[in-house]
């Protein structure tokens, strides 16, 4: 089963400052199976990033994802204040899937 | 627009069982694979099972293989998660998600919370 590891946990910045988020898998995995997404307090998950890289309708262009292989990437430029939540990773692969456990981003 | 509205959660005593339904709308049902995934309070996501579209192969994650049932109704439009011999550890919100790779739509979700 592939793991996957997000950094930082947890990342406190200002709005206006970017984010880069991090998801790394313990085995190669297909770019077309890695997928990003957003959670705020008692919301269910909204898909934000699929394919590694592209952006799900109606997500804004400060949103981008990148990384192949292993090593993933979530940026998020200029944080506007709804933009302070929970981010997952998500791959598929057997018909399953494994999420990252999560990094908060967080007013600071 | 899509809809999936789940229903079914409450609060069981182990050993118990509940059924939970997904009611979609807004979108061709019988060409989708189709996934639970949950969520217990305060912790991140864990997938539970998958669908494939036409119903012809399921799958589970090993915490509740054995014990859960996916199954769905593409004539009711409706999704359905059986689970006998509840733990507490399965006390969760429990969503149900569209699409077989990455889950471009979620409900809303339905509590379930198993205590004595």
């Known amino acids: 089963e592939i793991v996957l590891t997000q950094s930082p946990g947890t990342l406190s910045l200002s709005p206006g400052e970017s984010a880069t988020l991090s998801c790394r898998a313990s085995?190669?995995?297909?770019?077309?199976?890695l997928a990003w997404y957003q959670q705020k307090p008692g919301q269910a998950p909204r898909l934000l990033i699929y394919?590694?890289?592209s952006r799900a309708t109606g997500i804004p262009h400060r949103f981008s994802g990148g990384g192949s292989g292993t090593d993933f990437t979530l940026t998020i430029s200029r944080l506007e204040p709804e933009d302070f939540a929970v981010y997952y990773c998500?791959?598929?692969?057997?018909?399953?899937?494994?999420f990252g456990q999560g990094t908060k981003v967080e007013i600071k | 627009q899509v809809q999936l509205v789940e229903s079914g959660g409450g609060v069981v005593q182990p050993g118990g069982s509940l059924r939970l339904s997904c009611a979609v709308s807004?979108?061709?049902?019988?060409?989708?694979?189709m996934h639970w995934v949950r969520q217990a309070p305060g912790k991140g996501l864990e997938w539970v099972s998958f669908?494939?579209?036409?119903?012809?192969?399921?799958y589970y994650a090993d915490s509740v293989k054995g014990r859960f049932t996916i199954s769905r109704d593409n004539f009711k439009n409706t999704l359905y998660l059986q689970m006998n011999s509840l733990r507490p550890e399965d006390t969760a919100m429990y969503y149900c998600?569209?699409?077989?790779?990455?889950?471009?739509?979620w409900g809303q979700g339905t509590l379930v919370t198993v205590s004595s």
């Open positions: 807004g979108f061709t049902f019988s060409t989708y694979g």
């Open positions: 998600v569209r699409n077989w790779n990455y889950g471009d739509s």
């Open positions: 998500q791959q598929y692969g057997s018909s399953s899937w494994t």
């Open positions: 669908i494939r579209y036409d119903g012809s192969d399921q």
């Open positions: 085995q190669s995995i297909s770019s077309s199976y």
């Open positions: 394919g590694a890289s």
